[in-house]
């Protein structure tokens, strides 16, 4: 086992490189980039990012600009100073060429030193960091909600399949995917955000502005009651997809020849399946674990939390894409990345914890 985890620590590093390889090279011919963005903001032209410059003399906006022949290869920069444009290219990092910039980019994301944000007056990390609450919350929350409901809930149609039960609650789940969580976070803030017909739940906020005045059981209530609704709608497709495929996987598993020689030994039904089914059929979920919790954890709350104004990794990152603001999108990628390849893994190694059959030592990676 040890050789295994090892060689897939080794994997991780090329998997790594491609994936940042990839993106920088897609950056580089990605038009609107953070020069342009400030041009843009200085000409008039957009209101991009809230931008200065450093070690220039305070606002772009109280820059003084003379004429400038020529072309530029920065849309809307003729007429600008090239000095000006010389100067947003050193602040930027883009007077270095690609090769060399990437290479910077590396060598600082193994010491794990990701910069500053281009737009925003903090690092990278302390901007990630400042975020973490709403995602971690929603995160965490859907998962262990999703997970907690749907494997019982599949497990239950796989022993039912077939009866009156199996056909409705498979309605009930076939509709709730069908649903986007987004209309259905409408719909919820419609009715019980101070929509139409109830004010019940808050609109926007992880937590309340009081909230550092409450009591310990005050803000634990106040927590939840501002995570309700979001909850309740990303729960939607997670709880969805977790059942069928719970229920597909056990139904495949119950079929088979070792089930129908386990009742012959006179096993009773509970036995089969908590004792031989489980572990076998619980792989195909726990391979699906990882996948879940990354797109719950990390990318699929933007919408939501756009609806519930919550402002966690999802926001952060759309915005940071809009901006053009690099640091923080490499930074992001980066550490995603990773975080995903080590629960990956973490996953792979939780195989064994269920069905020791599996060695991994045996086959190649």
């Not at 005045?213 to 997670?238: C, G, K, M, Q």
């Given at each position: 086992m040890g050789a295994y985890i090892l060689r897939r620590l080794l994997l991780m590093i090329p998997t790594l490189l491609g994936i940042m390889a990839i993106s920088f090279?897609?950056?580089?011919?990605?038009?609107?980039?953070?020069?342009?963005?400030?041009?843009?903001?200085?000409?008039?032209?957009?209101?991009?990012?809230?931008?200065?410059?450093?070690?220039?003399?305070g606002d772009i906006g109280a820059q003084s600009f003379e004429s400038a022949g020529g072309t530029s290869r920065y849309r809307g920069a003729q007429g600008l100073d090239p000095e000006f444009i010389a100067q947003l290219e050193r602040q930027f990092g883009f007077d270095k060429p690609p090769l060399e910039r990437f290479?910077?980019?590396?060598?600082?994301?193994?010491?794990?030193?990701?910069?500053?944000?281009?737009?925003?007056?903090?690092?990278?990390?302390?901007?990630?960091?400042?975020?973490?609450?709403?995602?971690?919350?929603?995160?965490?929350?859907i998962t262990l909600i999703s997970y907690g409901i749907s494997i019982p809930l599949g497990i239950r149609k796989a022993v039912k399949d077939g009866t009156p039960f199996d056909v409705w609650t498979s309605g009930i789940v076939i509709i709730a995917y069908a649903i986007p969580s987004f209309l259905f976070a409408i719909l919820l803030m419609v009715l019980f955000a101070g929509g139409s017909f109830f004010d019940w739940f808050p609109l926007r906020g992880l937590?309340?502005?009081?909230?550092?005045?409450?009591?310990?059981?005050?803000?634990?209530?106040?927590?939840?009651?501002?995570?309700?609704?979001?909850?309740?709608?990303?729960?939607?497709?997670?709880?969805?997809?977790?059942?069928l495929l719970t229920k597909n996987s056990f139904l495949d598993e119950i079929r088979k020849q070792?089930?129908?020689?386990?009742?012959?030994?006179?096993?009773?039904?509970?036995?089969?399946?908590?004792?031989?089914?489980?572990?076998?059929?619980?792989?195909?979920?726990?391979?699906?674990?990882?996948?879940?919790?990354?797109?719950?954890?990390?990318?699929?709350?933007?919408?939501?939390?756009?609806?519930f104004s919550l402002d966690g990794l999802g926001l952060l990152g759309f915005r940071s894409i809009i901006d053009r603001d690099y640091p923080v999108v490499f930074a992001t990628l980066y550490i995603f990345s990773l975080i995903g390849?080590?629960?990956?893994?973490i996953s792979d190694l939780t195989y064994t914890l269920i069905d020791p059959r599996i060695d991994f030592e045996r086959r190649d990676v």
């Open positions: 090279i897609v950056v580089q011919f990605a038009p609107g980039g953070p020069v342009e963005q400030v041009i843009a903001q200085v000409t008039g032209q957009a209101g991009g990012a809230d931008a200065r410059i450093s070690g220039g003399g290479g910077l980019m590396l060598w600082n994301y193994i010491r794990f030193d990701f910069g500053e944000s281009y737009f925003r007056d903090i690092s990278v990390v302390d901007l990630i960091l400042e975020k973490m609450p709403v995602s971690i919350s929603l995160g965490i929350w937590t309340s502005d009081n909230w550092a005045s409450l009591s310990w059981p005050e803000r634990i209530l106040d927590y939840f009651w501002h995570l309700t609704l979001p909850l309740t709608a990303l729960v939607l497709s997670a709880f969805a997809t977790t059942t070792y089930v129908v020689t386990a009742r012959a030994k006179g096993l009773s039904e509970r036995q089969a399946l908590y004792g031989h089914v489980f572990r076998n059929a619980m792989l195909l979920i726990i391979a699906g674990f990882p996948g879940a919790f990354i797109s719950s954890f990390f990318t699929g709350s933007l919408l939501i939390e756009s609806i390849l080590i629960v990956s893994l």
